[in-house]
């Protein structure tokens, strides 16, 4: 897998999903149907995962993917 492919990864419901997934249970939570999780920005934040700035996304992804694989293995 590529950076570029992570780069251009949209925040599509498969991808919430997984982000979501691999988020230590004392992160995350799921508010009215939609995934929270919380991230560091300037202070702690807790919020929609689709929310997450772009930058911080791309990093959370990526290692959510990195996990996926060895889960696989």
């Known amino acids: 897998m590529e950076q570029s492919d992570i ?3 949209p925040k599509t419901k498969k991808n919430i999903n997984l982000v979501y997934k ?3 249970k004392d992160f995350k939570s799921i508010r009215d149907g939609v995934k929270y999780c919380m991230w560091y920005d300037n202070g702690t934040v807790s919020g929609p995962i689709e929310d997450m700035p ?3 996304w791309h990093i959370r992804l990526r290692s959510s993917k990195k996990k996926e694989e060895k889960e696989t293995v």
């Open 54 to 56: 772009d930058d911080l």
């Open 7 to 9: 780069e251009i990864a």
């Open 22 to 24: 691999h988020t230590h």
